[in-house]
């Protein structure tokens, strides 16, 4: 069974760091591509970041370039965001999701339960 | 930057068709994917690459696109049906967009 866990989520102040963390479990983790997705309370769906399976490619959301870093760890199984400078409109639910390797391989189909990042003085 | 429309809220009666539009332009020249979130919940993907669900959907799930829209239909609504739907795509220009969802009310 495919799972997504996410951790490392809390209260920060405005200009503070945290370091998001996703454990995966249940599928090769090292052939998948993963993505980070927001939610803001009350809000859609926001595309954060990608990394392919081999670390060779990396994207980001314009609202966190330059501020948020994706990396992994295959020898892990995880998927991590580096979160610095934070703002309070990054309050969100953040959510680890699995990019899917069939037919057009941009879907999501699999997702963690998310973690609860809040940035508030 | 790529955009999707969806309205935000449909209602439908238990029993009946729900049908849930995704807006964009030239949106049927890409692979369009759909998500239903319960409250509470992470999302769940109902409808990938326009038509095809992922096993363990029910067939009252189904998509379609050309044109400038997209369409997630939902025959013979049920009361579990109650979520938000987001569809989504990938641009070249903007990576992975999401639609800014809708609200399924089963009356």
């Known amino acids: 069974e495919v799972q997504l866990v996410e951790s490392g989520g809390g209260l920060v102040k405005p200009g503070g760091s945290l370091r998001l963390s996703c454990a995966a479990s249940?599928?090769?983790?090292?052939?998948?591509?993963m993505n980070w997705v927001r939610q803001a309370p009350g809000k859609g769906l926001e595309w954060v970041s990608s990394?392919?399976?081999?670390?060779?490619?990396?994207y980001y959301a314009d609202s966190v370039k330059g501020r948020f870093t994706i990396s992994r760890d295959n020898a892990k199984n995880s998927l991590y965001l580096q979160m610095n400078s934070l703002r309070a409109e990054d309050t969100a639910v953040y959510y680890c999701?699995?990019?899917?390797?069939?037919?057009?391989?941009?879907?999501?189909?699999?997702w963690g339960q998310g973690t609860l990042v809040t940035v508030s003085s | 930057s790529y955009v999707l429309t969806q309205p935000p809220s449909v209602s439908v009666a238990p029993g009946q068709t729900a049908r849930i539009t995704c807006g964009g332009n030239n949106i049927g020249s890409k692979s369009v994917h759909w998500y239903q979130q319960k409250p509470g919940q992470a999302p769940v993907l109902v409808v990938y690459?326009?038509?095809d669900r992922p096993s363990g959907i029910p067939e009252r799930f189904s998509g379609s696109n050309s044109g400038n829209t997209a369409t997630l239909t939902i025959s013979r609504v049920e009361a579990g049906d109650e979520a938000d739907y987001y569809c989504?795509?990938?641009?070249?220009?903007?990576?992975?967009?999401f639609g800014g969802g809708t609200k399924l009310t089963v009356l």
């Open positions: 999701a699995r990019v899917g390797d069939y037919g057009s391989g941009s879907y999501r189909d699999y």
């Open positions: 249940g599928f090769t983790f090292s052939s998948y591509s």
């Open positions: 990394i392919s399976s081999s670390s060779s490619y990396i």
């Open positions: 690459d326009d038509s």
């Open positions: 989504q795509v990938w641009d070249s220009s903007s990576e992975v967009v």
